[in-house]
């Protein structure tokens, strides 16, 4: 069974779900694909991601402190997972008419993401400012 055929059989109906692991795994990359197809956002987090990580391999930070970079990189691509999908179901369900509480919806979708975004910055900081700080002044 080829890849078009598996989706259309297995997903006609949207309410179901997966009783097969490998099929799980093949939605879930789906989701994660179609964020990085159509989200510019969850892109340009991608590539801070690589970025920040290169950054920690550079700097030679412990294995607590990459463990504790790594979680806050993938809380907040979890977090623009979450909004995607929440941005995707608000527009399915009111479709092109403004609706206040959709607004608000998706507004607070953002902002978690926004907030979990400010907050891997403090971490970033408080991670990555004593390392290179070492670096300038010794």
Do not use: H
């Not at 920040?52 to 977090?79: D, H, R």
């Amino acid at each position: 069974m080829n890849t078009k055929q598996f989706t259309s059989n297995k997903r006609k109906q949207s309410f179901q779900t997966s009783s097969n692991f490998y099929e799980s795994l093949y939605y879930a990359f789906s989701g994660i694909s179609y964020c990085f197809k159509y989200s510019s956002n969850f892109r340009i987090q991608i590539f801070c991601a690589a970025a920040i990580l290169f950054a920690a391999y550079l700097l030679k930070l412990n294995s607590i402190e990459t463990m504790v970079v790594i979680a806050t990189i993938f809380s907040v691509l979890i977090l623009e997972i979450l909004n995607t999908s929440i941005e995707s179901l608000v527009d399915l369900v009111v479709g092109q008419k403004f609706n206040k509480l959709a607004k608000t919806c998706k507004d607070c979708s953002a902002a978690s993401v926004l907030i979990a975004s400010i907050n891997s910055l403090f971490i970033a900081a408080y991670i990555f400012f004593p390392k290179i700080k070492e670096i300038l002044f010794n």
